[in-house]
Structure formats: C-alpha cells, structure tokens
Nanobody
C-alpha cells in the first residue's frame, strides 16, 4: 500500500503562484510514476503533470510553461510548482502514484484562483 498526503492548496489571485506537495509513505519502493490530476466541479479528473521513476516528465498542454513537477527522493515528496495561475486552474488537485500496476490517490487539496 502507498499513502499519499497533499498539502499547499489555497486561494490565490490570478497571476499568482502556489506550490503543492505530496508526501508518500508505505510501500514506496517500485513506484513507477507519481503525478498530479485535477478535477473541477462537474468535470472529469484530468492529468496535470506526471514524473516517472526515471525523472521524465509530461504535462497537460494547458499548464505547459506555467507548472513544474519535481520530486525529492530523500523526502519521498513530489511537488507541483504552479505559476501564472488562471481562474480556469481552479480545481481539487489530487496526487497520484502508480506502483506495480495499481493506482493510488491522495485525498485532494483545493486550489482556487480568483480573477
């Protein structure tokens, strides 16, 4: 089992920045990839960014150039630095991990961007 705990969400004005953190615990060895998804009210949960065990990254087109995903293996933590935030970035953000073919999710953290 893998446990994921997010932090760092909040309310920010458009153009501002936030950094989300996701701390992993439990059976963290053999985690293939970790990342962030987001879900706005009434919409599906979509991939925002993901980083593999080899540190390759992938981003949704809507956040490229604004968001950066990174990982600190010593702290078992993944970060999502979000810059130039827009009202359309408002959503619940979920940490995600893939380990041995099984998906794991955090409880989510709310990000609200005011115009």
């Amino acid at each position: 089992q893998v446990q994921l705990v997010e932090s760092g969400g909040g309310l920010v004005q458009a153009g501002g920045s936030l950094r989300l953190s996701c701390a992993a615990s439990g059976s963290i060895f053999s985690i293939n990839a970790v990342g962030w998804y987001r879900q706005a009210p009434g919409k599906q949960r979509d991939l925002v960014a993901i980083i593999s065990s080899g540190s390759s990254t992938s981003y949704a087109d809507s956040v490229k150039g604004r968001f950066t995903i990174s990982r600190d293996n010593a702290k078992n933590t993944v970060y999502l630095q979000m810059n130039i935030l827009k009202p359309e970035d408002t959503a619940a953000y979920y940490c995600y991990a893939l380990r041995l073919g099984k998906n794991y999710w955090g409880q989510g953290t709310q990000v609200t961007v005011s115009s």
